[in-house]
């Protein structure tokens, strides 16, 4: 009995020192957190806050977070957002997935060993509709560049 429990301690902390295992934790958690505990959102671009903790897994040799981390938080945030208005339920029905194409962050401050921190949604350009036609130009200019713009969807 003792071996079997030095063996699964073993694995465990291989699993978590080598595969990273709080991220591989933390999302489904964060998926059932907001599928269960939290109010559903109607509106898909109102504005959410995800709350966080800094754990000692995210800190760098200097003892802040590591820059990589905060957008690891961000796609923790960016599950429960889409769990809470329906979307990842929608998408697993039709058998699809999400894609994060980009990203920019702005690092505003570092975050210190259990420090409370809060993910924010982005707050939309005023004007969208310029936004929206913006980002379709910028997609319509990368199909032009790279031929694809003759192929069939379809296909």
């Not at 977070?65 to 938080?73: G, P, S, T, V």
Request: hydrophobic share 50%.
């Amino acid at each position: 009995m003792p071996v079997l429990l030095v063996a699964l301690l073993a694995l465990a902390l291989a699993f978590f020192a080598l595969l990273d295992g709080w991220y591989l934790v933390r999302v489904p958690c964060a998926v059932l957190r907001a599928r269960l505990l939290q109010p559903r959102v109607r509106d898909l671009l109102a504005e959410q806050r995800f709350p966080g903790r800094v754990l000692p897994s995210d800190l760098d040799l200097l003892l802040h977070m590591n820059n990589a981390r905060y957008l690891r938080e961000a796609d923790v945030a960016r599950a429960a957002h889409l769990t809470r208005c329906g979307v990842l339920g929608a998408l697993r029905d039709v058998g699809g997935h999400t894609v994060l194409a980009a990203s920019c962050a702005r690092y505003r401050r570092s975050l210190r060993l259990l420090e409370p921190f809060d993910v924010e949604s982005p707050e939309l350009p005023e004007d969208l509709q310029h936004w929206i036609s913006y980002n379709m130009a910028s997609s319509q200019l990368l199909c032009a560049e790279s031929g694809l713009r003759n192929v069939n969807k379809d296909q």
